[in-house]
């Protein structure tokens, strides 16, 4: 059973530029879930993709967006960085019937 | 709004102390409750979840309804659970999960 992966694990961008942040889903999960880690707080929850399609939502901009693949990978694009986009981000994917979250490593995103 | 509160940034214990983890929610509905924890240098993982009402790694966490908690326990810590644990609450509905801030134990030798 493979894991959760994420890909870059690191990333230096300039602000007004854009992002893509791929994640792997562990092995025969179809749900998968992306978080924003601040320094020093909790994940927030960004939006979550079921079938290739995002069926759920918390409180960030349009401008935050993403892709569920048939395979269910995912991607997150971020438009038109912000310096406070600075985080680590968190992919987490699990089986839509159950509730518990499987996470990758994460990927540190930097905005200068 | 769905909110969790760890009220403890840092708490620090010597091996072999009780030790509790504070967690309290405000959740419309009948949240899972859950506790991540991050071991340095590791990805987040569950520990437990109120559900299971298990015991993993000596921990336990008893949800409280009443006084909308679900503290983290541990009557004799070991210097290897130090890392930083998350409380987290999520529906059944979507996978969001709402996680409090995060609280760092150190057990000291």
């Known amino acids: 059973e493979t894991g959760v992966t994420q890909s870059p694990t690191h990333l230096i961008k300039t602000r007004g530029q854009q992002v893509t942040l791929r994640c792997s889903s562990q092995?025969?999960?179809?749900?998968v879930s992306w978080y924003q880690q601040a320094l020093g707080q909790g994940p927030q929850f960004i939006f979550q993709?079921?079938?290739?399609?995002?069926?759920g939502r918390g409180n960030f901009p349009p401008r935050f967006s993403g892709l569920q693949f048939p395979n269910y990978s995912s991607e997150l694009n971020v438009n038109a960085l912000e310096l406070d986009d600075s985080a680590l981000y968190l992919c987490?994917?699990?089986?839509?019937?159950?509730?518990?979250?499987?996470f990758g490593q994460g990927t540190r995103l930097t905005v200068v | 709004a769905q909110r969790v509160t760890q009220p403890e940034k840092l708490l620090s214990v010597f091996k072999g102390a009780p030790v509790e983890l504070k967690c309290n929610y405000s959740?419309?509905?009948?949240?899972?409750l859950f506790w991540y924890v991050q071991y340095s240098r590791q990805r987040l993982q569950l520990l437990l979840r109120?559900?299971s009402r298990e015991s993993i790694k000596g921990f336990t966490a008893d949800l409280n309804k009443g006084e909308t908690s679900f503290h983290l326990k541990k009557p004799f810590a070991q210097e290897e659970d130090s890392a930083m644990y998350y409380c987290?609450?999520?529906?059944?509905?979507?996978?969001?999960?709402?996680f409090g801030q995060g609280t760092i134990l150190t057990v000291h030798p």
């Open positions: 987490a994917s699990r089986l839509i019937e159950g509730t518990e979250a499987f």
């Open positions: 092995s025969g999960h179809n749900t």
């Open positions: 993709y079921y079938r290739e399609e995002e069926n």
């Open positions: 959740y419309s509905g009948s949240p899972e």
């Open positions: 109120h559900i």
């Open positions: 987290g609450a999520g529906g059944t509905s979507y996978g969001k999960l709402t």
